[in-house]
C-alpha cells in the first residue's frame, strides 16, 4: 500500500502562483508516474500533468506554458508548481502514482485550490 499526503493548496488571485507538494510513503517499490488530475465543480476529473520516473514530462493543452510538474525521486515527492493561474484552474487537485513493479495507481485525497478573479 502506498499512503499520498498533499499540501499547498489555497486561495490565490488570477495571475498568481501555487506550489502543491505530493509526498507518497508505504511500500513504494520504485514509483513509475507520478502526476496530478484536477476535478472543478460539476465536472469530471481530468488531468493535469505527469512525470515519468525518466524525467519525461506530459501536460494537458490547458496548463501548457503555466504549470510545470517535477518530482524528488529521493523522498517520493511530486511538486507541481502553477503559474499565471487563472478562476479556470479552480478545482480539487489530486495527486497519483503509479509503481513501477505492480503498475497499480493510488491517489491522495486531493487539495483545493481556489483563484479568484
Known amino acids: 500500500q502506498v499512503q499520498l499526503v498533499e499540501s499547498g493548496g489555497g486561495l490565490v488571485r488570477a495571475g498568481g502562483s501555487l506550489r502543491l507538494s505530493c509526498a507518497a510513503s508505504?511500500?513504494?517499490?520504485?514509483?513509475?508516474?507520478m502526476g496530478w488530475h484536477r476535478q472543478a465543480p460539476g465536472k469530471q476529473r481530468e488531468f493535469v500533468a505527469t512525470?515519468?520516473?525518466?524525467?519525461?514530462?506530459n501536460y494537458a493543452d490547458s496548463v501548457k506554458g503555466r504549470f510545470t510538474v517535477s518530482r524528488d525521486n529521493a523522498n517520493n515527492t511530486v511538486y507541481l508548481q502553477m503559474n499565471s493561474l487563472k478562476p479556470e484552474d479552480t478545482a480539487v487537485y489530486y495527486c497519483y502514482v503509479v509503481r513501477a513493479v505492480k503498475w497499480d495507481d493510488y491517489w491522495g485525497q486531493g487539495t483545493q485550490v481556489t483563484v479568484s478573479s
Open positions: 512525470m515519468r520516473s525518466d524525467g519525461s514530462t
Open positions: 508505504g511500500t513504494i517499490f520504485s514509483l513509475g508516474i
